[in-house]
């Protein structure tokens, strides 16, 4: 069994990259892929952990890129991706950067309304070289008792329109694929089953990014209802793409959901792991 979409502290997981081998090889996993939100911080420590133990497992280098279609938010992974690719880095920069912006005025919006979060808290929650997402906010309201849980504290005040929403630059998806191919990596699209789309305009989607070099969609998904993986699967072969599946673990920001098996019956198979590994 594999897990190709999984998450560490160097985004909005809570468990640190060497954490994950550890995990995944008491799973029983043969591979897994790190896909991080806009960051490839923690590859390098999830191998080079996993060599130096000879845990036999497979770790593969990824991204999970967020996007923007139709003002709908759509996230690319990019898997087995040549992550120290200069080009690559460059190229999605400024949108890391104005990730980092929007923290910045967040962080302002909290000291005028005098909520305790500052960049010295985060720091010291999650680490200097965490990328800070709104998720990562929600943890901190949650833990100081502004909110019950992260839903409320996105309904309240993190979520689009809420008094401590920040707009970002974001890049579109078909940027999104190109960048991943500069990487030499295979452009996936994540969890088809989360976007508000209708079937016309997300198959419209798909058949536009397949041409810019889209390889495949995430089929098989923790949060898929009855007939979902069919339908998307359906999406790929029309399109000539491949499938791929992944747990998108959190750790304990996402309470219930297990690397390898989602909310318990999730199984993505060892033979999807061949389209990813190609060059």
């Known amino acids: 069994m594999i897990d190709l979409h999984l998450h560490s502290t160097s985004s909005d997981g809570s468990f640190t990259p060497s954490e994950l081998v550890d995990y995944a090889i008491k799973k029983n996993l043969t591979a897994f892929a790190l896909t991080d939100h806009d960051t490839c911080s923690g590859i390098d420590e999830a191998i080079n952990y996993a060599r130096s133990i000879n845990s036999g497992l497979t770790i593969i280098p990824g991204i999970e890129l967020s996007t923007k279609y139709e003002n709908e938010s759509v996230h690319i992974l990019g898997l087995n991706i ?89 890049m579109t998806p078909f940027e999104a694929v190109e960048f991943i191919k500069i990487a030499g990596g295979h452009p996936v699209m994540a969890h088809p089953v989360l976007y508000d789309f209708d079937d016309a305009t997300l198959d419209k989607l798909v058949c536009d990014l397949q041409k810019c070099g889209l390889e495949g969609i995430e089929a098989i998904y923790s949060c898929n209802k009855d007939g979902d993986e069919e339908k998307y699967t359906a999406l790929a072969n029309r399109y000539g793409l491949y499938i791929t599946g992944g747990s998108d673990f959190h750790g304990t920001a996402k309470p219930g959901l297990e690397l390898g098996t989602g909310y318990g019956d999730l199984c993505v198979p060892d033979e999807l792991l061949g389209n990813v590994l190609a060059y």
């Open 82 to 170: 040549d992550y120290k690719n200069q080009e690559f880095l460059e190229k999605i920069r400024p949108f890391v950067e104005a990730r980092y912006n929007r923290n910045a005025q967040m962080l302002e919006l909290f000291k005028e309304n005098n909520i305790p979060i500052t960049e010295d808290i985060l720091v010291k929650r999650f680490g200097k070289d965490t990328v800070i997402t709104r998720a990562h906010y929600a943890i901190l309201m949650v833990e100081s008792g502004m909110v019950k849980d992260k839903d409320e504290a996105f309904e309240k005040y993190l979520g689009h329109g809420c008094k401590f929403y920040i707009e970002r630059k974001h």
